[in-house]
């Protein structure tokens, strides 16, 4: 397991920036963006085959955990900055 979330914490940036492109580029519901998070996830989890020796459910698993943990942390980055604005 701990190679599961090692693994999620090294490709959640790349999820992150994918679903940011995603975001920037395609007019998209804010209600499927963990959605879209999640697939993209689990898509760089499972093409990240030549990087690690998981097998493909566990880099399924990681792929999971890094979409959405992406787009959590966008999320909370955003809402802890704007209400730091309103603060000030």
């Given amino acids: 397991m701990e190679e599961v979330l090692i ?45 690690t020796e998981l097998d493909t459910v566990l880099r399924l698993w990681a792929g999971g955990f890094a979409g959405l943990a992406g787009s959590g942390l966008f999320s909370l980055g955003k809402k802890t900055i704007s209400n730091n604005d309103e603060a000030a």
Avoid: D, E, H
């Fill in 7 to 51: 693994f999620a914490t090294v490709i959640s940036p790349i999820a992150l920036a994918l679903v940011q492109l995603v975001k920037k580029t395609a007019p998209v519901s804010n209600r499927y963006l963990p959605l879209i998070s999640l697939l993209i996830g689990l898509v760089v989890g499972f093409m990240a085959s030549p990087f």
